[in-house]
């Protein structure tokens, strides 16, 4: 038999023109723990905007939507607070992104906590991540981060490289 190729980290393998071999070290689908996650940063790693500025501002209970508009010298300038509704959803209204135009923003942050625990965006999280980012950018305003806080750390899109 020829000599096994693949990729052995991700459990395949490969035998010459016999075919193809499979094993799977790792169940399919199964999601890794935040801290193996891309992106997760640890509690005691966070900067001092996630840890001093924005980890304060969460209600443990509730789901709520931070947006922090820094100007060219990366002085805070506006910070936005919204509640999320009954269903956990945080809606951003006009007046939120009107406000970041009127202030000379260069940048922003978005941040909002996991109540549930859970730091991977879900798939509306990352929706309304690249919504976002188009806005800005057409207002001429850029998306910096997103942070998905939880007890631990916190998710970052920047450093996951999903923004």
């Given amino acids: 038999m020829p000599p096994m190729r693949g990729s052995h980290t991700l459990g395949i393998a490969r035998g010459g023109r016999m ?8 169940p399919v689908g199964k999601m890794p723990e ?3 996650s891309a992106g997760f940063v640890p509690s005691h790693s966070e900067d001092a905007v996630a840890q001093q500025l924005l980890r304060p501002l969460f ?4 789901e709520t939507l931070l947006i922090a508009g820094f ?4 002085r805070l300038v506006r910070l936005e607070h919204i509640e ?4 956990s959803r945080c809606i951003v209204p006009p007046q939120c992104w ?6 000379g923003i260069a940048t922003v942050i978005m941040a909002h906590n996991h109540p549930s625990g859970a730091a991977w965006p879900s798939d509306a999280d990352i929706d309304a991540t690249h919504e ?3 806005l800005l950018r057409a207002m001429g305003i850029d998306l910096v981060d997103h942070l998905i806080f939880v007890a631990g750390g ?3 899109f920047r450093t996951a490289e999903m923004l």
């Fill in 19 to 26: 075919g193809v071999l499979m094993t799977l070290y790792e």
């Fill in 34 to 36: 935040p801290e193996a």
């Fill in 59 to 62: 209600d443990a209970d509730r």
């Fill in 71 to 74: 100007d060219a010298f990366d």
């Fill in 84 to 87: 999320g509704d009954a269903t």
């Fill in 98 to 103: 009107r406000a970041l135009l009127d202030r």
């Fill in 132 to 134: 976002a980012a188009l």
């Fill in 154 to 156: 916190h998710f970052s």
